[in-house]
């Protein structure tokens, strides 16, 4: 059973222009969601992480939106550059426990000149 | 921010020999380490998680006789892929949960990865 679904798969975004990656989960319980970044043959970075006391968080042209709610958190990335191609993956954990990490399948990111 | 090293960075090994993968948190103590394969264009798949000074869980369908897991310190855990077959072949990645950084308390930081290749 997957923990955390991700959408989309992949996606083409034009240079300059607004990459979304949404991911959705069941676990109330979860408290801490990480994104991560992916460049091929190299292992994912922390790239930006929220907790749902907080419905955005935003570090240079990463944004995070937190919906408590819906259960829902997204990636966005603002005047995406070709060097943002990379594989994303959002997490999700239970911070008190913080023993397993449990990640969205990815959307790879392709941002075209 | 801390560091988690991982060699080597690729090895190649033959049929039915087995081989070490070495995970170092670099400038922190590390009780917890977790051991991850991921198939190429597909997610990180948690085999293990690797605490300090005792045995590792392993995840289900995972076998924790062909996947030797030991962490011996507070900075170092090992994963030997025992008796390895062209199926093992993957990206290998550990993880450790780190200090307190960017999001808070509960961070993990990623290795690098290793790539097994068994021929």
């Known amino acids: 059973q997957q923990q955390v679904k991700q959408s989309p798969q992949s996606l083409i975004v034009q240079k300059g222009g607004i990459s979304i990656i949404n991911c959705a989960y069941e676990?109330?319980?979860?408290?801490?969601f990480p994104w991560y970044q992916q460049f091929p043959g190299k292992g994912p970075a922390l790239l930006i992480a929220?907790?749902?006391?907080?419905s955005e968080k935003k570090e240079g042209r990463f944004t995070i939106s937190f919906n408590k709610s819906a259960k829902q958190f997204s990636l966005h990335i603002m005047d995406s550059q070709p060097g943002d191609s990379a594989t994303y993956f959002c997490?999700?954990?239970?911070?008190?426990?913080?023993?397993?990490?449990?990640f969205g399948t990815g959307t790879s990111l392709t941002v075209i000149p | 921010g801390a560091v988690v090293s991982q060699h080597p960075s690729w090895v190649i090994c033959k049929s039915g020999t087995s081989v070490k993968i070495e995970c170092r948190s670099l400038?922190?103590?590390?009780?917890?380490m977790f051991w991850y394969r991921q198939f190429p264009k597909q997610s990180l798949m948690l085999m293990a998680t690797?605490?300090?000074?005792?045995?590792?869980?392993?995840e289900q369908g995972v076998e924790k006789d062909k996947f030797l897991i030991n962490h011996a310190s507070l900075t170092l855990s090992t994963l030997t892929v025992t008796s390895a077959h062209p199926e093992d072949s993957s990206f290998y990645i550990c993880?450790?949960?780190?200090?307190?950084?960017?999001?808070?308390?509960?961070?993990?930081?990623f290795g690098e990865g290793s790539w097994l290749t068994v021929v």
């Open positions: 997490a999700a954990s239970i911070d008190t426990t913080g023993n397993q990490f449990y």
């Open positions: 993880s450790a949960r780190g200090p307190p950084g960017q999001g808070g308390g509960n961070t993990i930081y």
């Open positions: 400038d922190f103590q590390a009780t917890t």
């Open positions: 929220i907790r749902p006391d907080v």
């Open positions: 676990n109330t319980a979860f408290d801490y």
């Open positions: 690797s605490n300090e000074g005792s045995k590792a869980t392993y």
